[in-house]
């Protein structure tokens, strides 16, 4: 599968390059198995800390990549309207003091946040004519369709409220 698709994205440094390794492996065909035995073990955000402006700025910067590179056109479309509401849900959750945002904004500053966040979209959108490149080889040699892909999606989607409101 690695000989096929490449390895991790290394322009993603850290955060979701996983998330994008398995999206382009399952596009590309490839499927994956359950091994209920199997022990992974994984230190929650061990090399930076779980609220960093360092981990909200790479998570942020590599979800738009993942989206861009990955994701049906539609559901990249889409995915703008769901942010929008993930921020707005994500500010709620900051001011009432729960999730990830809250513990950020309050060993930093809210406005740190809003700079990272901000830096992140900024980023991004620089590489963006890179990315769509990658996009278009990637969706050039899908083995399944994007209708199949979009139904993924749709079955292994992550609620709002778990982004906003997870610690």
């Not at 994205?9 to 955060?15: G, I, L, P, V």
């Not at 960093?52 to 990955?70: D, G, L, M, Q, T």
């Not at 889409?78 to 993930?86: D, E, I, N, P």
Request: hydrophobic share 45%.
């Amino acid at each position: 599968m690695l000989d096929e698709i490449g390895l991790f994205d290394e322009d993603f440094f850290a955060y979701c390059e996983d998330t994008d390794l398995g999206l382009r492996a399952r596009i590309a065909g490839w499927r994956c198995r359950y091994a209920p035995t199997a022990i992974a073990k994984h230190h929650y955000s061990g090399s930076t800390g779980p609220h960093s402006p360092f981990k909200a700025f790479h998570v942020e910067r590599n979800r738009i990549w993942v989206v861009v590179k990955c994701f049906p056109l539609g559901m990249a479309v889409a995915s703008l309207v769901y942010t929008m509401a993930r921020y707005a849900l994500q500010l709620y959750a900051t001011l009432i003091g729960r999730g990830a945002a809250a513990k950020l904004a309050a060993q930093q500053s809210p406005w740190v946040l809003v700079a990272t966040i901000a830096r992140a979209w900024m980023s991004a959108l620089a590489r963006l004519p890179e990315m769509w490149r990658r996009r278009r080889a990637i969706h050039s040699a899908a083995r399944i369709g994007r209708r199949e892909l979009g139904r993924l999606l749709r079955v292994h989607r992550v609620r709002l409220s778990e982004l906003a409101l997870k610690d």
